[in-house]
């Protein structure tokens, strides 16, 4: 694929009905879910779930995606350089591409997730007691325990699953169903409210499409 059609194929045009979406999304989540998460989950003593999330939950870690984009932007640029097909040559350059959009959106997105979190300073549902306390926050804060919003797993798995739709579009509910389930792991893990999920979706989805835009020219 070339850096052409990545770019036709993930055209960001901002619309304020699909900015609009996200946030009702993430209030109507912020006010019927948050609450049922401190309330079924932290409570529930039955944690055999809970640690087969913890197993699931790190796929979604920054560090993986890092590596194989690394890992491919190397694979693809040798290929390129030894192979003697033409064809080969600019699929192996197609390649290459990919993965360095790759890079570059997990990047940008990341530095945006760790930016709000810093400004926000959301305190992670494992640490609150009560369910009246569904927004604790200490702003400007660098300490891990303020750092629930929005989801840096989610930002980096909806990313992927971005990436490898724009890759495989005829298998994107596939990408986007298997990125739902684990970013979900991160509220099972107490480590996230499903409202900060919602929010590191969009800047996942989003922040990749918006990447790919303005580092293809």
């Known amino acids: 694929m070339s850096v052409s059609a990545l770019k036709s194929k993930s ?30 989950v932290a409570e529930d003593e039955h944690v055999w779930w809970r640690h ?7 796929v979604a870690s920054a560090e993986h995606w890092f590596a194989l984009s690394i890992a491919v ?43 709000l979190k810093f400004l926000v300073g959301r305190e992670r549902p494992e640490h609150i007691h009560g369910a009246f306390e ?5 702003l400007l804060s660098t300490d891990h325990q303020y750092q629930s919003f929005p989801s840096g797993h989610t930002q980096t798995i909806f990313v992927v699953a971005t990436f490898f739709f724009i890759l495989a579009p005829r298998a994107n509910i596939l990408f986007f169903v298997m990125a739902f389930f684990v970013a979900l792991t991160r509220v099972f893990v107490l480590k996230h409210f499903p409202s900060d999920l919602v929010v590191g979706a969009f800047i996942g989805v989003e922040g990749s499409l918006l990447s790919i835009h303005l580092w293809s020219r």
């Open 11 to 40: 055209s960001w045009r901002p619309k304020k009905l699909r900015l609009a979406f996200w946030l009702a999304f993430a209030a109507i989540i912020l006010i019927i879910f948050d609450r049922q998460t401190l309330v079924e």
């Open 52 to 58: 087969l999330a913890g197993q699931v939950t790190d």
């Open 134 to 138: 569904l927004w604790d926050y200490y």
């Open 73 to 115: 932007m190397c694979a693809a640029f040798l290929a390129k350089t030894l192979s003697r097909s033409a064809a080969l040559r600019r699929e192996f350059s197609n390649l290459f591409y990919w993965a360095a959009h790759l890079f570059l959106a997990l990047t940008c997105t990341g530095v945006a997730v760790l930016l």
